[in-house]
């Protein structure tokens, strides 16, 4: 199995990275989205991966429980993707959810129904590894200027 990972909007700013996950297969087709850090040349626990192309391994977490675990990520280690809402529960790794929304008031968009999401991507992937490949889409959106109002971005 091969999953996409396309990264749509970058904000600089507030450090937070959306994207979508996308399976091109004509018999299973699957789409969620994803939040991760923004890149900050894959510094641990605060950046995005690099673009590029990943092994992918089922994994269990202490934390998270069943999730998955991104292979040969260079200079970094145990990158999962797992549940989470808000960029804020990111330390590097790549959260899922069905789609974005507004979960408070602090202006950022976040993921919702990220547990179940997963349990698909778990489901679909049937206890075998898959690749990766991960790569900014050409009309990635990113935003490096200050606003007052932080729904300006949106």
Same mark, same amino acid.
């Given at each position: 199995?091969?999953? !996409? !990972?396309?990264?749509?909007?970058? &904000?600089? =700013? *507030? &450090?937070?990275? *959306? ?9 299973? +087709? /699957?789409?969620?989205?994803?939040? @991760? +850090?923004?890149?900050?040349? &894959? ?11 990943? @092994? ?7 934390? /998270? ?25 990111? @330390?590097?790794? =790549?959260?899922?959810?069905?789609? $974005?929304?507004? *979960?408070? @008031? ?17 489901? *679909?992937?049937?206890?075998? +590894? $898959? ?21 300006? /971005?949106?």
């Amino acid at each position: 199995m091969m999953m !996409l !990972l396309e990264r749509i909007r970058d &904000n600089g =700013i *507030l &450090n937070y990275s *959306l994207g979508q996950f996308v399976r091109t297969s004509v018999e299973l +087709p /699957f789409h969620f989205v994803a939040v @991760e +850090p923004t890149d900050l040349f &894959n510094q641990p626990f605060v950046s995005c991966i690099p673009a590029g192309v990943y @092994e992918v391994f089922p994994h269990v977490s202490p934390t /998270f429980g069943d999730c998955f675990l991104v292979k040969d990520v260079k200079d970094r280690q145990h990158i999962l993707i797992h549940p989470l809402n808000k960029f804020k529960q990111t @330390e590097g790794c =790549i959260g899922v959810g069905s789609r $974005f929304s507004h *979960l408070d @008031e602090d202006g950022v968009l976040d993921i919702i129904d990220s547990k179940n999401t997963l349990q698909k991507l778990l489901k *679909l992937a049937d206890g075998k +590894p $898959f690749q990766l490949h991960i790569f900014d889409s050409e009309k990635k959106q990113v935003f490096y200027h200050v606003a007052a109002n932080r729904k300006a /971005f949106y």
